[in-house]
């Protein structure tokens, strides 16, 4: 008989996950508690345009990421990381997804079901796992079960963290607040991307120089994770005002007026202390936690973090 199981979460380890799972026959359902897939490699339409305001580009190392990419680098739907950087330009090749971030996660999309817009609110073991989303929806039972969600979600989710729960805790991920802004006219700066220490903004890119994005003239900034942290309650004007005062510093003009302007406050953006492991595993409880927070924070590590758990879900057949 085919398996069924689940995955929580449609970000890059939730999809690699499912599509490893449904490549060894598993019939596979993933939940996604948004309407969009890819998690933080994200596209967020607002001003006229389309920003990239979560992951920004990603390293393609492993083999396996480069084959279950090749269709879609095929078809145009990858660039290489070639814009006019200042500081901090990757020391290997890296790439980015077109026509935003986001169409990364239909990329990655398989022979799966995935429900939008269903928040997993309880999961129970009961002859299997069975979700629930807290408004009368129930889901199950599963003969497996993966968590594709940030480790804070993660702990809150599971009903007894009980051997995950010292692991868990000892995960700490970080905030990024990121402002997007547009300018009526091209900003008169010597690059498109700059990254390098920084205590209030280490990272502002011209997103619209980025292949395939609106035209126009569009600017993602990140915050650095401690002045996020610090101005986590703070009004929104004040901080777009302290990240523009940065913004202008570090471009060495004195900026005209934003034609727009939209903040975006990543809660659990990039693990600063990662379990050490591809994943944690319950063999007697099929279930599986997985995401860039177990091996460090980029892309490419949600990825082979999915790839371990979709494994560990394996080999307890
Ligand atoms: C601002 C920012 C900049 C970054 N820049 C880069 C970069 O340039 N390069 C790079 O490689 N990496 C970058 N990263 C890190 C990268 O985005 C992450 O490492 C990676 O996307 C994590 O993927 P994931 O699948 O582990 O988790 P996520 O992307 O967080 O996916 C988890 C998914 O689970 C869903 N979910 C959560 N709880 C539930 C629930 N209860 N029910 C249903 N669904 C749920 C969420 O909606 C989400 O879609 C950046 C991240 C941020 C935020």
């Known amino acids: ?69 090749a ?93 995950f729960q010292s692991a868990l805790e000892a995960v700490v991920m970080e905030p990024c607040t990121a402002l997007m802004l547009t300018f009526a006219a091209p900003l008169p700066t010597p690059f498109d991307v700059d990254f390098r220490p920084d205590a209030v903004l280490p990272y502002v890119c011209r997103n619209s120089a980025k292949a395939g994005r609106p035209a126009g003239e569009a600017w993602v900034l990140h915050a650095d994770a401690g002045f996020s942290r610090a101005m986590e309650a703070a009004a929104p004007d004040e901080v777009v005002s302290r990240l523009l005062a940065a913004f202008g510093r570090r471009l060495a003009l004195t900026l005209p007026p934003p034609a727009g302007t939209v903040l975006h406050r990543w809660r659990y953006a990039r693990v600063s202390t990662p379990l050490g492991d591809a994943c944690l595993y319950d063999a007697g409880r099929r279930l599986a936690l997985c995401g860039d927070w177990c091996i460090g924070a980029r892309v490419e590590a949600a990825f082979l973090s999915g790839l371990a758990a979709a494994r560990s879900l394996l080999t307890s057949r």
């Not at 199981?5 to 596979?28: E, K, Q, S």
């Not at 609110?121 to 629930?132: P, Q, V």
């Open 1 to 69: 008989m085919v398996e069924r199981m689940a995955v929580i979460g449609a970000g890059v380890a939730g999809l690699a996950a499912a599509g490893a799972l449904v490549d060894a026959g598993v019939a596979v359902e993933v939940f996604e508690k948004s309407r969009g897939l890819g998690g933080r490699v994200a596209t967020r339409r607002a001003l006229g345009t389309a920003f990239d305001h979560g992951a920004q580009y990603f390293t393609v190392r492993d083999e396996r990421l480069a084959s279950r990419l």
């Open 71 to 163: 269709g879609a680098r095929h078809a145009g739907g990858l660039a290489p990381l070639a814009l006019s950087w200042g500081e901090g330009a990757p020391a290997e090749p890296a790439f980015y997804a077109v026509p935003g971030m986001a169409s990364l996660g239909e990329a990655l999309l398989g022979d799966f079901t995935v429900h939008r817009e269903w928040t997993v609110r309880a999961i129970t073991h009961e002859g299997g796992w069975w979700l629930d989303d807290g408004a009368g929806r129930r889901a199950g039972p599963f003969a497996g079960l993966l968590l594709a969600i940030p480790a804070p979600q993660a702990a809150a989710l599971l009903p007894e963290p009980g051997v």
